[in-house]
T-cell receptor, first 115, second 115 residues
Framework: DTGVSQNPRHKITKRGQNVTFRCDPI?????LYWYRQTLGQGPEFLTY????????KSRLLSDRFSAERPKGSFSTLEIQRTEQGDSAMYLC?????????????FGPGTRLTVL | AQSVTQLGSHVSVSEGALVLLRCNYS??????LFWYVQYPNQGLQLLLK??????LVKGINGFEAEFKKSETSFHLTKPSAHMSDAAEYFC?????????????FGTGTKLQVIP
């Protein structure tokens, strides 16, 4: 399967712990996006990479959140000192090129539960 | 800022009946509009997209949507619902902001298909 993959699929953690999620985009896609989806809502944009450069961050991405894409391939999203409000589905998407009509291909998401 | 509004968080139809999921957009420029589908525990999959080439857009799985500028609408329809159509559907609007594709999603409509 050559789609977008995310690991882990589920993560349960205690408040205050750090967590890290991984996204592997479609191999030839140089653009990568992270979204957060809470219950009853659509995905909300968190951050965007073009190759290894992080070009945009949402106001939703507090200082406790950090994302990297070190070699322009896979990406990681780390949340430090997790809070219960961080509980959500974290989705990764990738696309091949720029332009407002490009399809973003989504991974299955990582569901985070903070106890 | 661009936005979309999905009317009805839950829609129930009988198998074989018409599916109509409503989406209205707000945009100061000609919009690029999408419909995505999300099955349980999966990422989002593109159903169709409007790129101004044609007002009636056909997508996968028998879905289509019509762009109506006068009504600022982009409703999704399917003539005959199948059990496999049960999922959550998201309308989205896209533009290029700061050089990247910013996609803003609606809150979603869960479609239930009754046998």
């Amino acid at each position: 399967d050559t789609g977008v993959s995310q690991n882990p699929r589920h993560k349960i953690t205690k408040r205050g712990q750090n967590v890290t999620f991984r996204c592997d985009p479609i191999s030839e896609h140089n653009r990568l996006y992270w979204y957060r989806q809470t219950l009853g809502q659509g995905p909300e944009f968190l951050t965007y990479f073009q190759n290894e450069a992080q070009l945009e961050k949402s106001r939703l991405l507090s200082d406790r959140f950090s994302a990297e894409r070190p070699k322009g391939s896979f990406s990681t999203l780390e949340i430090q000192r997790t809070e219960q409000g961080d509980s959500a589905m974290y989705l990764c998407a990738s696309s091949l090129s720029a332009g407002p009509v490009n399809e973003q291909f989504f991974g299955p998401g990582t569901r985070l539960t903070v106890l | 800022a661009q936005s979309v509004t999905q009317l009805g968080s839950h829609v129930s139809v009988s198998e074989g009946a018409l599916v109509l999921l409503r989406c209205n957009y707000s945009s100061s420029v000609p919009p690029y509009l999408f419909w995505y589908v999300q099955y349980p525990n999966q990422g989002l999959q593109l159903l169709l997209k409007y790129t101004s080439a044609a007002t009636l857009v056909k997508g996968i799985n028998g879905f289509e949507a019509e762009f109506k500028k006068s009504e600022t609408s982009f409703h999704l329809t399917k003539p005959s619902a199948h059990m496999s159509d049960a999922a959550e559907y998201f309308c989205a609007v896209s533009d290029l902001t700061g050089g990247y594709q910013k996609v803003t999603f609606g809150t979603g409509t869960k479609l239930q298909v009754i046998p």
